[in-house]
């Protein structure tokens, strides 16, 4: 295993390298600007309080409560997440995530961890403007390891309140919610 300063060292020495490349290529090589894509991070900045519902099959949801941070970084171009807040009682939870829009793909894509799960979660959606609906995926290991991909749903009611609902396969193979977040911006 590397150690910190050796990572460190390493990542600086990759830095500098890629700056000397650009330097290299010259003027030419415009920088990326934020486009109307990127709006959706401006809606999604800011603080919200969240209600999170989990679902397990024949039981009640289970409810806590949680706060989401959201900062639109890298000039603009990216999502900066950060949600804290418990998945029971005295259970502590703490998420990180990032979401760009990839011009290629022509779909927002993200990452995300958390203190419930074991590595990193990727994912890719599209926005419908008609309907205010974020739709896509999310892959990633869960708490035992097992890399699982789910439905993620965005409903973007009003500038104040957003709703995010993942879906699962149940049993018999049908989508099913696994957790829905209703969040409500802070005043």
């Known amino acids: 295993m590397m150690s910190t300063r050796a990572a460190l060292a390493s990542a600086a020495t990759a830095l500098i390298l890629s700056a000397g490349t650009v330097a290299a ?48 970084g890298c000039g603009g171009l990216c999502l900066i ?56 995926w999310m892959e990633g290991p869960d708490m035992t390891g097992k890399v699982v991909k789910s439905k993620a749903v965005v409903q973007y009611k009003d500038a104040s309140t957003r709703v995010f609902t993942m879906y699962q396969k149940g049993p018999d193979g049908k989508e099913v919610p696994g957790m829905k977040i209703t969040y409500s911006r802070q005043k």
């Open 81 to 136: 997440s950060d949600f804290k807040g418990e998945m029971g009682p005295g259970q502590k939870f703490h998420g990180h995530g990032t979401s760009a829009w990839d011009p290629t793909k022509k779909k927002y894509v993200g990452t995300w961890t958390d203190s419930m799960s074991t590595g990193i979660a990727v994912g890719e959606s599209t926005y419908d403007p008609a309907t205010k609906t974020s739709t896509g």
């Open 25 to 72: 290529q010259g003027p030419e090589m415009p920088t990326p600007k934020p486009g109307p894509e990127h709006k959706l991070f401006e809606e999604d900045a800011g603080t919200w309080d969240a209600t999170v519902e989990t679902f397990a099959p024949g039981a009640p949801p289970m409810v806590s409560k949680g706060v989401e941070n959201n900062v639109v």
